[in-house]
């Protein structure tokens, strides 16, 4: 099986208070190693909280969450941890830079928490993903002294230092303008094709969305349908066109 | 970059980032500084107070009886002079201790102290007066006067003689001053009648014809008139004399020289000296001078204004000693000298004394050089003998004389109070005086023993002894006329005579008899502690009854007052400390809060707690060592300043804690270590409930948009 990602009847609740809020209400999914797939659906629809568990930075009430092949809440918080680490790279909506750190070190960080390369290789490895985004030539420069798309470019570099077989992207164009964010979108699908690395993403921009070679829809906590990026749009569209009924999912 | 480089990256560039680490870092390094500087003055002021007590007189190890009721206290305590057991045997205590590997020397030891009177003006002279016709008459006591010929005699009869009459002329000219501020009746009829007998030509015409009955009415009513003897406290430091100088070797004879080996003999306190025997018009005038010598001024100085003051109207101690002639010639020289026509010296002397800052140096200067020769600058003269009255322990009061051979000091203590008021006697003395027995009473006893027949009495057997039947001890008593030279034989008799003085004692003899102390010299004094536990165990196995303290205990208040300022030295770095570890408590509790995000991130992309703790920590230890660091540094600069400088000892008293004129601090090594210490320990506590929360931060809190 090529499945990078399994997820069986996952249940995700939220104590409120005294309520009990369902953000996950039984999803089951697949993603296909290589695979460039978005989590579409509207705001409190649940994206956030599939990444996640996606992500492991969260487990699930009930179900199942497997990630490379491993069930999630059967690990430890260190192995949990170190499964981020090797397997996952993660691009956060507000680009979650270091910012006493500067463009080189930011890309580096995850490396040396590997303790894998050697100083040289990291180099190498930093400098390579630095040129494939376009700021090779801004390696000494602060997250502060970037733009939003060179600093969201920044955390591609990151996300992917590792060489990680997945790469979990929440929002990656909310902060930006949208010839910015197509760039991005754009640079992660490029680095898709070249390295095979499986791309996850959520958005609810169906500009972003026509990217993607899969589209899942989410609506109140559940899979509504997984259906090809044109379909997808078109159904965003016609959404758009009648705001109430967005307002209303 | 390692690991290790980025943690330090991300502390340092945090460190940056925040104006309260600024505040913290101050704290951290006023702290430091404070800990270094004064931590390395207190340990400096140590060493040299420890070489100031251990140089003059404790030793490294001082030891005494375990008996003793109080702890040994050098300098005295709050409640006097310990009372201490005494050492009754010391040879055996000498000889086991000195054969303990450290030590060096075993000095005996013993401190007391006694009132003695430098006898008014008129009594020294009228003594002086009874001498000289004494000798005429045939019976001198002093065998120099008797070695005088008749005329050289006469003489001197006829000078003292003058003297005491310009002595009533003084005391004259004193009761008509009294006479016209008070009333008659204020004054006793008798006194101005004895003194107008005395200073009328006829009682002088008719005092050969009887020189003891006109002496004794001088000695009775005219010498109490004169009521300002002087009561000195000396306190004094029996041991033997040739070994403490060895010991001792900061000791030095200023005057005179040191007591022969093995003689009986004393060495005051060069400070003591003249501070207390000094005539008090030329001790004031050498205090002017040392003081305006240092930059002080009498038109501003306070003191030194008194001190001008009191010269110009106590003038009565050169007066009186001067007969007619000599008067005479005091007067013409400070006329010429003041260029005044006053013919009244009492006057004139106050108008010499009336110093500034122009004058004095000239003033001084004639003062040593013309009036001084005139006149006993001091009260007791190097190669005079002594005579020292003082309690014995059983309470009886014993007296000793003793031969003054010079004055000594401690070098670089010289004008330390503390160091230079105990005077230095010989054991011999010490014990006569301490009401201990002697060699020589010892003999005497023998002596009287053999001649009277006297038996001991043990205690048991007394009642049959004494009044059984067949008892031989009772004597008869017989009526008879009393002939005290032949009675008063015994020990307070021959210690007043000169062979006595002139005995030679052995070692053996000098270390027989008791002591109440003695110091302990070691080889290596780093090795204090050992050596004070090796004679106090040496002491438990041959049962030798000793205690071995160090000379810090044993200088009392003295030695604390060290302890107590590192106490409030502590004191205060801890509150120092304790403020800055609330503070950075609070700032990186704040900072962490800050943060949850970046550290919410660096958990998400696969950073463990450990190594989120680790960051956390690692930006408050650079921050305690980067401004602790510096605050050592700094401490080391002032201190190395402070060294090339020397802080001069503010007053008299700071000699003896500086061990000289200027202290020269230093500052040690495991100051500076423990300094680290302390601010590792304090950053890292203070900083460790904010990494544990640090460590507690979700790697979901990377997921949510800015905070």
Redesign the interface.
């Given at each position: 099986m090529n499945s990078i990602v399994s997820i069986r009847d996952v249940v995700k609740e939220y104590e409120l208070g005294t309520t009990v809020v369902q953000a996950l209400r039984g999803v089951n999914l697949d993603v296909q190693k290589g695979e460039f797939l978005s989590i579409a659906g509207p705001s409190g629809s649940g994206k956030?909280t599939l990444?996640?568990l996606i992500?492991c930075?969260?487990t699930a009430t009930r179900g199942v969450v497997q990630v490379a092949g491993r069930d999630t809440a059967r690990l430890t918080?260190?192995e949990l941890?170190?499964l981020?680490?090797?397997t996952i790279?993660?691009i956060?909506?507000?680009f979650?830079l270091?910012?006493?750190?500067n463009v080189f070190?930011n890309v580096?960080?995850?490396l040396?928490?590997?303790?894998k390369l050697g100083?040289k290789a990291r180099k190498e490895r930093v400098m390579s993903l630095l040129e494939q985004v376009g700021l090779h030539t801004h390696a000494r420069h602060r997250p502060s002294e970037l733009s939003g798309g060179q600093r969201q470019r920044v955390a591609v570099a990151?996300a992917l230092v590792?060489e990680p077989l997945l790469v979990l992207a929440?929002e990656p164009t909310a902060n930006l303008d949208s010839e910015t964010g197509n760039q991005i979108i754009d640079l992660m699908k490029e680095l898709n094709v070249k390295k095979g690395t499986t791309f996850i993403f959520s958005t609810h921009d169906h500009k972003v969305m026509q990217h993607a070679n899969a589209v899942i829809r989410l609506a109140d906590g559940k899979v509504l349908a997984r259906e090809s990026a044109k379909d997808a749009v078109a159904h965003a569209l016609s959404l758009g066109e009648a705001p109430t009924a967005e307002a209303r999912a | 970059m390692s690991r290790l480089g980025m943690l330090l990256q991300i502390a340092w560039r945090n460190l940056l980032a925040s104006p309260i680490n600024l505040i913290i870092g101050g704290l951290i390094l006023a702290g430091t500084l404070l800990f270094v500087v004064v931590g390395g003055l207190l340990d400096s002021l140590n060493d040299s107070m420890a070489r100031s007590v251990i140089g003059s007189v404790a030793g490294h190890i001082q030891i005494y009886s375990s008996k003793s009721k109080d702890e040994l206290s050098l300098f005295g305590g709050m409640g006097g002079d310990p009372e201490l057991a005494a050492v009754t045997e010391f040879p055996r205590i000498k000889e086991a201790v000195e054969g303990l590997e450290n030590v060096k020397e075993v000095v005996p030891m013993g401190s007391s102290g006694a009132l003695i009177t430098a006898g008014n003006i008129v009594d020294v002279t009228l003594e002086k007066l009874r001498n000289l016709i004494k000798a005429r008459a045939g019976s001198a006591d002093d065998p120099r006067l008797a070695r005088l010929t008749p005329e050289a005699l006469d003489a001197r009869i006829s000078a003292t003689r003058r003297h005491v009459r310009q002595i009533i002329r003084v005391l004259e000219a004193d009761q008509k001053k009294a006479l016209a501020i008070l009333k008659d009746q204020a004054i006793d009829p008798d006194v101005v009648a004895s003194l107008e007998k005395v200073s009328q030509d006829a009682f002088w015409d008719d005092f050969d014809q009887d020189p003891w009955g006109s002496l004794e009415f001088l000695e009775n009513k005219i010498a109490p008139q004169v009521t300002d003897a002087q009561l000195m406290f000396l306190r004094y430091l029996g041991t033997d004399l040739d070994q403490f100088q060895q010991s001792f070797d900061r000791m030095q004879v200023i005057d005179g020289t040191p007591v022969p080996k093995g003689q009986r003999g004393f060495l005051i306190a060069k400070l003591f000296y003249e501070d207390q025997m000094k005539l008090k018009n030329a001790r004031r005038l050498d205090k002017l001078r040392d003081a305006t010598a240092n930059g002080r001024l009498i038109a501003s100085d306070d003191e030194l204004k008194r001190f001008v003051k009191e010269n110009r109207t106590q003038t009565r101690d050169i007066v009186l000693q001067l007969d007619d002639l000599k008067t005479a010639e005091a007067t013409t020289k400070l006329q010429a000298f003041l260029k005044s026509t006053d013919p009244d010296l009492t006057a004139l002397l106050s108008t010499f004394f009336d110093t500034t800052d122009e004058n004095l140096e000239a003033r001084a200067a004639f003062f040593y050089a013309e009036l001084a020769p005139m006149i006993e600058l001091y009260k007791v003269r190097i190669g005079d003998t002594l005579t020292i009255k003082a309690f014995t322990r059983g309470g009886a009061i014993q007296a000793v004389n003793v031969k003054v051979y010079g004055t000594f000091s401690f070098t670089g203590l010289e004008k330390s109070p503390l160091a230079g008021n105990t005077s230095l006697m010989d054991l011999m003395s010490f014990r006569d005086l301490y009401g201990y027995l002697t060699v020589d009473k010892a003999e005497e006893i023998k002596r009287l023993q053999q001649d009277t027949g006297a038996q001991t009495v043990t205690r048991a057997n007394a009642e049959d002894e004494l009044f059984g039947e067949g008892a031989t001890i009772v004597a008869e008593a017989t009526a008879g006329i009393i002939d005290e030279d032949k009675t008063f034989t015994g020990v307070g008799r021959r210690l007043r005579e000169d062979d006595l003085v002139k005995r030679v004692y052995t070692d053996s003899e000098i270390n027989s008899g008791v002591v109440l102390n003695a110091a302990v010299m070691v080889k290596d004094p780093s090795q204090l502690t050992a050596t004070i536990e090796a004679i106090n165990r040496l002491s438990e196995e041959k049962n030798l009854s000793i205690k071995a303290v160090s000379w810090q205990q044993a200088s009392g208040i003295l030695g604390q007052i060290i302890t107590f300022f590192r106490g409030v030295l502590i004191l205060a770095v801890l509150f120092i400390f304790g403020i800055a570890m609330v503070i950075i408590n609070n700032a990186m509790m704040m900072a962490t809060l800050q943060r949850t995000q970046t550290i919410g991130t660096m958990r998400a992309i696969g950073a463990q707690r450990s190594l989120v703790l680790t960051m956390v920590l690692t930006e408050s230890v650079v921050l305690g060592v980067l401004f602790g660091g510096v605050g050592i540094l700094l401490g080391t600069g002032v201190m190395a300043w402070l060294h090339q400088r020397g802080i001069p000892a503010p007053n008299d008293v700071a000699y003896f804690f500086f061990s000289g004129p200027r202290l020269l601090p230093d500052v040690s090594s495991g100051n500076l270590a423990i300094a680290l210490v302390i601010i590792l320990a304090v950053t890292l506590f203070s900083t460790l409930f904010p990494a544990l929360i640090a460590t507690r931060i979700s790697p979901l809190r990377a997921m949510q948009a800015d905070e």
């Open positions: 956030t990444l996640n992500g930075v969260d918080e260190r941890t170190d981020r680490l090797n790279g993660f956060f909506q507000s979650n270091v910012a006493v750190l070190q580096e960080f995850p040396l928490l590997q303790r100083a990151r590792t929440d | -």
